[in-house]
């Protein structure tokens, strides 16, 4: 089988390496893919935006099966754009992406099908915003309607703050179009949880959940960031949470978008907020989430190409989904500045060292090559070190021990992922 996975992240790297894995994968294509994902696939210059590009490179390639990973093509249309070329393709449709493309009708299908959220209300008139905030409870919390890099988030501790993300998203148009529109909703206390899960529009199977840390700073300080690393399984899911939630979260999501003439066939990842009165959904995305990809799926027993051809195929009632029973945790290593301002071109060094450790794995998020063939920084955040363990705490200990051994100038993470729970 022919495979193009879209997408140049870590999370499309870990995804690469799982598909690397399985018999039937006979040669991965990526576009455009980054230094690491280069190991498992042939790379391609075309852009994830590219749809018609990259529907005339499937066909010409006679690609099997296209697997797109961002979040960016999937709003956009892309699933729609290669289906039309008669291609099979893993992800939701455009008018099912829009669970993550847009905030505002995220939160108006859980109204509407009685899924546990937080109360809310949606602006489009920046005044009306402000007027809302002078009455509302503080802490509050600002949502850009659309897609913000994960970032669009802005959780305010008082009024003052409220009315100044108000002016950011809304007149000055931090995040741009995305913030059009906002939704501004109570700010919800307790554990936050992510739980991926694979759909084939009437069927959900619940992966292994994580936990992601999305400041950039020590002790959650610092801006928001696309993640800063993550650990699985999450010690605060319980068996109690879990059944809460398929009764009345993830079952109940995938018969509303089914029900709303939506059927979401792909990832749905759902943020959760385990509050005093129960598990709460903060936000769904329509793709693996990155870092937590890289946390989940080292855990994966599964052949992952087998399940995305059920989810496409409508027959994952026919998979059973089986994790291992042990622990992983991902510490990202960004460049110094992250996520405001950093360089890139910095060689990497030491990567060879993970070649003959099992249980230990790097994931590249922005690297290249440089003209010279040296590997280099190529962003924000730069590689996923990852590594396995008995427990949490085992898992926590070997991954940074595993930061150790790769350099850059610039080099800059946390220290503290997972660190709750060894409290």
Same mark, same amino acid.
């Given at each position: 089988?022919?495979?193009?996975l879209?997408?140049?992240?870590?999370?499309?790297?870990? *995804?690469?390496?799982?598909?690397?894995?399985?018999?039937?994968?006979?040669? *991965?294509?990526? #576009?455009?893919?980054?230094?690491? *994902?280069?190991?498992?696939?042939?790379?391609?210059?075309?852009?994830?935006?590219?749809?018609?590009k990259?529907?005339?490179?499937?066909?010409?390639n006679?690609?099997?099966?296209t697997?797109?990973?961002?979040?960016?093509?999937?709003?956009a249309?892309?699933?729609?754009?290669?289906?039309?070329r $008669?291609?099979?393709?893993f992800?939701?449709?455009?008018?099912?992406?829009?669970?993550?493309?847009?905030?505002?009708?995220?939160?108006?299908?859980? =109204?509407?099908?009685?899924?546990?959220? #937080?109360?809310?209300?949606?602006?489009?008139?920046?005044? =009306?915003?402000?007027?809302y905030?002078?009455?509302?409870p503080?802490? *509050?919390?600002?949502?850009?309607?659309?897609?913000?890099?994960?970032?669009?988030?802005?959780?305010?501790?008082?009024?003052?703050?409220?009315?100044?993300?108000?002016?950011?998203? &809304?007149? %000055? =148009?931090?995040?741009?179009?995305?913030?059009?529109?906002?939704?501004?909703?109570?700010? &919800?206390? $307790?554990? +936050?949880?992510?739980?991926?899960?694979?759909?084939d529009?009437?069927?959900?199977?619940?992966?292994?959940?994580?936990?992601?840390?999305?400041? #950039?700073?020590?002790?959650?300080?610092?801006?928001?960031?696309?993640?800063?690393?993550?650990?699985?399984?999450?010690?605060?899911?319980?068996?109690?949470?879990?059944a809460?939630?398929?009764?009345?979260?993830?079952?109940?999501?995938?018969?509303?978008?089914?029900?709303?003439?939506?059927?979401?066939?792909?990832?749905?990842?759902?943020?959760?907020?385990?509050? +005093?009165?129960?598990?709460?959904?903060?936000?769904?995305?329509?793709?693996?989430? %990155?870092?937590?990809?890289?946390?989940?799926?080292?855990?994966?027993?599964?052949?992952?190409?087998?399940?995305f051809?059920?989810?496409?195929?409508?027959?994952?009632?026919?998979?059973?989904?089986?994790?291992?029973?042990?622990?992983?945790?991902?510490?990202?290593?960004?460049?110094?500045?992250?996520?405001?301002?950093?360089? =890139?071109g910095?060689?990497i060094?030491?990567?060879?060292?993970?070649s003959?450790?099992? $249980?230990?794995?790097?994931?590249?998020?922005?690297?290249?090559?440089?003209?010279?063939?040296?590997?280099?920084t190529?962003?924000?955040?730069?590689?996923?070190?990852?590594?396995?363990?008995?427990?949490?705490?085992?898992?926590?200990?070997n991954?940074y021990?595993?930061?150790?051994?790769?350099d850059?100038?610039?080099?800059? &993470?946390?220290?503290?992922?997972?660190?709750?729970?060894?409290e």
């Amino acid at each position: 089988m022919k495979i193009l996975l879209i997408g140049s992240g870590g999370r499309e790297h870990a *995804i690469a390496w799982k598909m690397a894995q399985s018999p039937k994968a006979e040669k *991965i294509y990526c #576009a455009p893919g980054n230094a690491g *994902i280069a190991q498992y696939a042939e790379c391609v210059d075309i852009g994830v935006m590219e749809f018609e590009k990259l529907a005339d490179f499937a066909v010409e390639n006679q690609i099997d099966l296209t697997v797109v990973g961002p979040d960016d093509p999937l709003a956009a249309g892309a699933v729609d754009v290669l289906e039309s070329r $008669g291609l099979r393709v893993f992800g939701p449709r455009k008018n099912a992406a829009i669970l993550e493309g847009s905030k505002a009708f995220a939160k108006d299908l859980m =109204k509407k099908y009685q899924i546990p959220t #937080a109360a809310y209300e949606t602006f489009d008139d920046p005044q =009306k915003a402000l007027d809302y905030i002078e009455t509302a409870p503080v802490p *509050i919390v600002l949502k850009a309607d659309g897609l913000a890099l994960g970032k669009g988030v802005l959780i305010c501790k008082t009024r003052e703050e409220a009315r100044e993300g108000v002016r950011s998203l &809304m007149l %000055d =148009k931090q995040f741009g179009t995305a913030g059009d529109r906002i939704v501004i909703e109570e700010y &919800m206390e $307790g554990r +936050e949880v992510s739980v991926l899960s694979f759909v084939d529009g009437n069927t959900i199977r619940i992966m292994t959940s994580a936990q992601d840390h999305k400041r #950039a700073g020590d002790g959650d300080t610092g801006l928001n960031t696309g993640g800063m690393g993550t650990f699985s399984p999450s010690p605060f899911y319980t068996k109690e949470v879990d059944a809460f939630c398929r009764e009345h979260i993830y079952q109940k999501t995938v018969d509303a978008m089914k029900a709303e003439g939506r059927p979401f066939k792909g990832i749905i990842f759902f943020g959760l907020m385990l509050t +005093e009165k129960g598990p709460r959904v903060l936000e769904y995305n329509a793709r693996f989430g %990155d870092p937590e990809t890289q946390v989940v799926l080292p855990r994966m027993k599964n052949d992952i190409v087998d399940v995305f051809e059920a989810c496409i195929d409508g027959t994952l009632d026919q998979v059973e989904l089986e994790f291992e029973d042990n622990a992983a945790v991902c510490v990202v290593l960004a460049s110094e500045g992250y996520p405001v301002k950093y360089e =890139k071109g910095l060689p990497i060094r030491g990567l060879e060292t993970f070649s003959d450790k099992p $249980g230990y794995y790097v994931f590249h998020a922005g690297t290249k090559f440089d003209k010279d063939g040296v590997l280099v920084t190529n962003g924000g955040r730069v590689l996923g070190v990852t590594a396995v363990g008995k427990t949490l705490k085992e898992a926590r200990k070997n991954a940074y021990k595993a930061t150790e051994w790769v350099d850059f100038d610039n080099k800059y &993470m946390r220290h503290d992922i997972g660190k709750a729970i060894e409290e």
